[in-house]
């Protein structure tokens, strides 16, 4: 339990045990303004005297004297300051100690829930669509999802992570373009992915030399949909090659999943159909004969237009299918909803992708629902989807939908976890060629022009760097090792923790150098600090004792800088290197034909 916890969990108490009739007033526990006041704080006197007719003061000072004779023994000292604040000192040391102690016991289990939650929830992350290589912003929302995911499954409950696979859109029938009208043939010079991501950005300045390759879009979007056609079976093979190859990424980070959903089976298997009978049986659907929604089918959605996050004026009605016919993302991923409950009556087939270096299967979807695997997917008790801001108004479509249908419950546990995007700071612009201007700090990422940070480029800078840095400190004497599989394993460290760090509706400035910083608020400054502490208990041979923390900090006085790394983490590093090539590793085999 954290300190926050502890108080929070007394004061509760405190104020159910004076003021019964306010025993839901909510505690909140913060940093103190001034250190001087305290470690920490808690303002929960003010709400209580505003409904109690009393003085803030007296509030406090009631609630300070109740609490005496529960605080927890590494609370040193409390007070109370205008206009109401009853203020926490903390005795780190002690504190220290007793938490060191309480991992040492717990060991394995400490920071995970003691009992199970019987609750399933599904978490959807990274969900790149299959027509080029992740980029940075991807790789956020994976290590959000993620760390969701791991958070979760630390508190008792059981999580299906789950990554969507768009290979039926818009972006992979541009590529396809490329490849089938433009001439493109892969030559092996880039990673296939890389290669696909080239191709993209072309075609964008094709369509607008040759605007009449914009029907030979459409046409694509239209045979892709035809699971008989030769383009469908083209965009299945294009779309598994450049899964693989985020698979492969993904895993460089640590990032594992349990089943990777096909948006083409989807539609093969007759979720969407199924979904549209149901929304037209209900008559929750409008099919316009004239206007700009003229032949499409719509979610009415209020009256007017909304203004999306880029800006726009758009109609508030959510077009679900187009007027040719082609269904949009919103409602396959109403559909895809849907089935993440248990709510259509249908499922896929299934058949195993790989054995990840975590050891767990990774299952993929597939369109002949006669493979069953050995577990039940779907069926959530609740939905998780990490999918960026600017998703949030279909995002709110689909939940509202699921509610007119009649499945409040299942609304209520869909839950989009938003998210700034990332762009670039005018430093990393100017090192892309992206022209700068005078004052502007950000720049947007753009698949089409081209502008972007890939994942695996950006991995393997920071990797480059810390093998550099840790040469030198070999040279210098303050580092046993160069180990390159050090370096990519502090590399992911650092990469995760800067795409973590932000708050969620903060758009990340993305820094080359702010990101590969090994000093301050760094993921590579947290890893020194946890070889540090791992050396010293090497060192000492003992376990710490909860009354001499400081003692046992003292003992260690030379050790070296980052490279000084103790032995049993290099032994971890090189037994999971974090990288997951099916050509390489004999357990991965081959990602399966669909």
């Known amino acids: 339990m954290t300190i926050e916890d502890a108080l929070t969990t007394r004061i509760q108490r405190a104020v159910a045990a004076l003021f019964p009739a306010m025993a839901t007033t909510r505690v909140e526990i913060r940093p103190s303004i001034k250190p001087e006041f305290g470690d920490l704080s808690s303002p929960v006197a003010l709400p209580l005297a505003k409904q109690a007719r009393r003085s803030p003061l007296d509030v406090a000072q009631q609630l300070r004297a109740a609490l005496q ?48 939650i019987p609750q399933k929830i599904v978490v959807e992350h990274t969900n790149i669509n299959s027509n080029k290589a992740a980029h940075v912003g991807h790789l956020r929302n994976a290590c959000l999802g993620d760390t969701v995911v791991r958070i979760l499954r630390a508190n008792g409950y059981t999580v299906e992570a789950q990554n969507y696979i768009d290979d039926t859109g818009v972006q992979v029938a541009d590529v396809i373009v490329g490849f089938r009208y433009l001439g493109k043939t892969y030559d092996g010079s880039l990673p296939f992915d890389f290669f696909c991501s080239q191709i993209y950005t072309e075609v964008q300045r094709a369509y607008q030399a040759q605007p009449a390759l914009l029907d030979y879009r459409r046409q694509v979007l239209r045979d892709i949909e035809d699971r008989t056609s030769d383009i469908a079976r083209f965009a299945k093979e294009l779309s598994t090659k450049i899964v693989t190859r985020h698979i492969e990424t993904m895993s460089r980070v640590n990032i594992n999943y349990d089943l990777l959903t096909w948006e083409s089976d989807i539609l093969a298997l007759g979720f969407w159909k199924h979904a549209f009978d149901l929304l037209t049986a209900r008559h929750l659907l409008e099919h316009p004969t004239e206007g700009e929604l003229a032949g499409c089918w719509v979610v009415p959605f209020g009256d007017g237009n909304v203004t999306t996050t880029d800006g726009q004026q758009r109609n508030s009605d959510k077009v679900l299918v187009k007027s040719d016919g082609v269904v949009t993302y919103t409602g396959k991923d109403l559909a895809y909803q849907m089935w993440k409950f248990g709510l259509l009556d249908l499922d896929f087939g299934y058949r195993l992708w790989a054995t990840q270096l975590n050891g767990l299967s990774l299952w993929t979807t597939t369109h002949d629902p006669t493979q069953r695997p050995p577990r039940q997917f779907g069926h ?215």
């Open 380 to 594: 959530a008790n609740r939905v998780v989807n990490v999918i960026d801001a600017r998703q949030a108004y279909p995002q709110e479509v689909v939940y509202e939908t699921l509610r007119r249908l009649g499945y409040s419950e299942q609304a209520e546990q869909s839950t989009h976890l938003s998210y700034q995007v990332v762009a670039l700071s005018a430093g990393a612009a100017e090192a892309l060629g992206v022209p700068v201007e005078p004052g502007k700090m950000t720049y947007a990422f753009s698949g089409r022009q081209g502008i972007e940070v890939k994942a695996d480029e950006l991995l393997d800078m920071a990797a480059q760097r810390l093998s550099q840095h840790l040469s030198a400190q070999r040279s210098e004497g303050r580092s046993k090792s160069t180990d390159e599989r050090i370096a990519e394993r502090l590399a992911v460290g650092a990469v995760r923790y800067y795409l973590l760090k932000f708050n969620l509706q903060q758009i990340i400035p993305f820094d080359f150098d702010d990101a590969l910083r090994n000093t301050g608020d760094t993921g590579i400054y947290l890893q020194y600090a946890y070889a540090r502490a791992c050396n010293i208990l090497e060192r000492t041979g003992r376990a710490p004792e909860a009354n001499q923390p400081a003692t046992l900090c003292s003992q260690d006085k030379n050790l070296g800088d980052i490279g000084g790394i103790p032995r049993l983490l290099v032994e971890e590093v090189q037994e999971r290197r974090g990288l997951l090539r099916h050509r390489a590793n004999p357990r991965c085999g081959s990602p399966p034909a669909t």
């Open 69 to 116: 004779p529960s605080l927890p023994t590494y609370v040193r000292d409390t007070t109370v300051t205008p206009p109401g604040f009853i203020n926490f000192f903390i005795d780190a040391a002690l504190y220290a100690g007793l938490l060191c102690q309480e991992i040492l016991e717990a060991g394995e289990r400490y920071g995970r829930a003691a009992t199970p």
